[in-house]
């Protein structure tokens, strides 16, 4: 099973396709650019395979190769639940690619943040602009010979060449004595409380409604990636913990899982089992913050006071775990920082059978059938499961669509498998199924929390091998051998094989993975985090065009885009 | 204030009691500005929510217009793309106005210090006071908070920044 889409295009396309090295039973190969937008047209078509969701785009800069850039795909196939990963090689001077965007429309953001960072021009792609860094910015940051320091001042914020388009246009206003109806520009955000301080969306309006939209993204462009490459594989822990820093426990899992697999290690039972434990934990609180503001931007209050009281439940077992409420960093590669605090599974028992179902059966009955929720919410936003997927939806968003895709039942880890629990779908793919699946999420979640602490089984929460996993801190204070053990993997770091892998977790807001390349030094080469939201985000203006302003901030809530892993 | 006859404001029988009322009035009833960018935003709300009740202190009338609001926080990392947005943002709010650097990305550019993120704020705008944590705990940022109340107690309309002396 595992090579028969290689084997297919190797005898299919003899000419462009090349294997790529094997590693840890991945399926990859590499593929000529003359070749590419043929074989990436037969895997999406093909009845077999059916790589119906491109989950990640992404370069990689190697200059000391022939062709210096490499621009990786990453594709899904829900009906055989296998990934596929497609490596071109592309020279310096001439880097160009054919885009995807005619194939997928999940391609348009990921090929333009590959030519931000990497300088990848994407032939025929139709708006390749920079996205995460300002428009005054010269050079490519991500590739290897600019400096991680190199900033770069903005001198005033742009207007992203919307003076053009509204001259145009008739966004002058002098059509409107000609019969025509009057046009405006909106400009919202990104300081604009419904874009949550970072997201900003231009707008072309008649009336009220909503012509065409265009998001801008970019405005918590934090570096991760870079930074990531300069630090050791341990040092990046904290930093995922900023990716989606509202159930940033579900980071690190994703992190650590990707860099297990890159090492060839499996972490103890016990260890699965208490991640699993605090991811399901964080999506719930994750759920109720996305809820929570959803509805204060629609107006209503009150929900955000329960939703944030059984947050803070939550926080309080996570602080007991890692002393952190937010930033936890609480996974190591190869196991858990410290075990569970003594009477802590109670505690969580208590938590998950009273308090959080209370705050759900709370806010279900002030919101789901609230007349005015229904309204505002109902047929709003709405996508079918098929353009979902061709825009890279994934998780809640997805699902709400009709897609039953999720990553814990189609390609299970940590024991999901052997979990009882149920992926709810929407029908219509609107705001309000957005919401319906949250909810029933946060109470599937409760489920599996309960599986898992009455399964908890006993074990070691870290590797026993000393290449990856530091000494107990006792024995570092009072055994020499220890103390040198320590020592040694705090200086030279973990040092995983030469190789490439991806991994991906269910996160709260969809598919969360890591495409890690590793050259056999204690530094990751490179990082690429797939975030779910950037895949959702660029969707908005089919989600909202030809609808009314205020129903572009109650679709923007729904979909809960989180800048931190939007922007990285 | 429009306060100009220097006059009256040498009589210190008279200001100081308009002081007193004054910046009682401001201490009690300040007007955040969430500038919220990223993670110590979800702490800020965390802060606005039932548990923690910013209202105990007055300043629970969060406004998201700069022409509302006297007291600007920003919650998270400044990145070069986000810098002159925060600068407008600043020259919009009416004096008097004061500024609190909520969390280490605001306050010094965190663990960020890489090509797109500014080095602490204060390299763009003016700080009052500086609220240390990744993020900080919501009782760190109430300590902030009762900080800035501080400084406003001891204000007085005398001040350059009233009187424009």
Known sequence: MANVVVQTLLEKFPESVSPAPDFRDEEAVCVAREGLPEVLRFLYADPDTEYRLLEDICGADYPEREKRFEAVYHLYSVKTARHLRLKVGIGEEDPTLPTATGIWKAADWFEREAFD???????????????????????????????????????????????????????????????????????????HPTTHGTLRVLARLEGETILEADPEIGYLHRGFEKTAETLTYQQVIPLTDRLNYVSAMMNNVGYCRAVEKLLGIEVSKRVQYIRVIVSELSRIIDHLVCIAANIVDIGALTPYWYCFRERENVYELLEALCGARMTTSYTRIGGLAHDLPDGWVDKCREYIRERVPRGIEETDTLITKNRIFVDRTMGVGAISGEDA????????????????????????????????????????????????????????????????????????????????????????????????????????????????????????????????????????????????????????????????????????????????ELDR | MGIETSSILRNTALVEPVD???????????????????????????????????SRFGAEVIRFSPRQADLLVVSGTISEKMAPILKKIYDQICEPKWVMAHGACACSGGIYD???????????????????????????????????????????????????E
Not at chain 1, 392 to 412: E, I, M, Q, W
Not at chain 1, 484 to 494: A, C, P, R, S, Y
Not at chain 2, 125 to 143: R, S
């Open chain 2, 20 to 54: 007193a009322i004054l910046n009682w009035c401001r201490e009690y009833s300040c007007w955040p500005y969430a500038f919220g960018t990223a993670c110590c935003a979800i702490e800020f709300m965390a802060v606005a929510a039932s548990h923690y009740d910013i």
């Open chain 1, 389 to 564: 997927l061709n825009w890279g939806f994934t998780g809640p968003c997805l699902r709400a669509s009709g897609v039953p895709f999720d990553v814990r039942k189609a390609n299970p880890y940590y024991d999901y498998d052997k979990f009882d629990f149920d992926i709810p779908v929407g029908s219509n793919g609107d705001t309000y199924d957005r919401y319906l699946v949250r909810m029933e999420e946060m109470r599937q979640s409760l489920r599996i929390i309960e599986q898992a602490l009455d399964g908890l089984p006993e074990g070691p929460i870290s590797i026993e091998d000393r290449r990856i996993s530091l000494p107990e801190k006792e024995a570092v204070y009072t055994k020499f051998g220890a103390l040198v053990q320590h020592t040694k993997l705090i200086v030279d770091g973990i040092l995983p094989p030469e190789g490439e892998i991806y991994s991906v977790t269910e996160a709260a807001n969809g598919v969360l993975g890591f495409y890690i390349v590793s050259d056999g030094t204690k530094r990751p080469y490179r990082i690429k985090v797939r975030p779910p939201c950037f895949a959702i985000f660029q969707a908005l203006p089919q989600l909202t065009e030809g609808s009314m302003i205020a129903d572009l901030i109650a679709t923007v809530g729904s979909l809960n885009i989180i800048a931190g």
């Open chain 1, 117 to 191: 960072q990497y300088g990848i021009r994407f032939e025929g792609h139709p708006n390749l602009r920079r996205i995460l860094n300002h428009e005054e910015f010269v050079g490519h940051p991500l590739r290897k010979d600019y400096p991680i320091k190199g900033r770069q001042k903005l001198t005033r914020p742009s207007n992203l060449g919307w003076d053009e388009r509204k001259s145009a246009g008739n966004g002058g206003g002098s059509d409107a004595e000609a019969g025509q109806p009057e046009q405006m520009i909106l400009n919202i955000g990104p300081a």
């Open chain 2, 114 to 164: 890489n090509y797109c993120t500014v080095q602490g704020i204060d390299t763009i705008i003016p700080v009052d006071v500086y609220v240390p944590g990744c993020p900080p705990t919501p009782e760190a940022f109430l300590d902030g908070l009762i900080k800035i109340q501080k400084i406003i107690e001891g204000e007085s309309i005398r001040d350059p920044k009233y009187c424009g």
